[in-house]
């Protein structure tokens, strides 16, 4: 028996029948090879997005995925000049150009759950974004610096 069973645990529902079809179908359309699967990732989905509310402090690490209109650039600058004001949080930024003169961009960041939730805010009121999804985990980034404030290096001081 491998770890990973022995640490397992059953749950047993019931679920009225149509929401029953409706999740074997999610299932096979993303051919999943249990309902289980599925079950266990709307739950750590949901207990990231419970968490954030409940200990708003916590640290959470996630992407925040958006699609604004560029607008000759202005939307991007001022998306950039929000980002600025977050630099903490904001690890990393993705930009595609879509059709019809809108733009992808996906950021990583990590923080407390209030900061990140103050983040994605001030990008809702940036004229031109059209959507917004921030999805966080617990699961941290390794520290990027000592808690000294060095950097990691070769070991020279």
């Known amino acids: 028996m491998s ?16 929401l029953f079809r409706q999740l074997d179908t999610m299932v096979a359309e993303r051919g999943l090879p249990s ?3 599925l079950i266990a990732e709307l739950i750590r989905h949901a207990l990231a997005e419970h968490g954030s509310l409940v200990h708003p402090d916590e640290t959470l690490a996630g992407t925040i995925t958006l699609v604004y209109r560029s607008e000759k650039g202005r939307v ?10 977050y630099l903490k949080e904001v ?7 879509l059709e019809d003169d809108q733009s992808l961009e996906v950021l990583l960041v990590q923080g407390p759950a209030v900061r ?3 983040l994605c805010d001030a990008i809702r009121r940036v004229r031109g ?8 985990t617990t699961a941290l980034l390794p520290p990027l610096h000592e808690q000294d404030g060095h950097p ?3 070991g020279a001081h």
């Open 3 to 18: 770890s990973e069973s022995a640490s397992l645990a059953r749950l047993s529902m019931s679920l009225p029948a149509d």
């Open 35 to 37: 309902r289980s699967q």
């Open 76 to 85: 991007r600058h001022l998306l950039s000049q929000t980002q600025a004001s």
């Open 91 to 97: 690890i990393s930024s993705q930009h595609v150009v």
């Open 116 to 118: 990140l939730k103050e």
């Open 129 to 136: 974004v059209q959507q917004l999804e921030l999805v966080t």
């Open 152 to 154: 990691h290096s070769n």
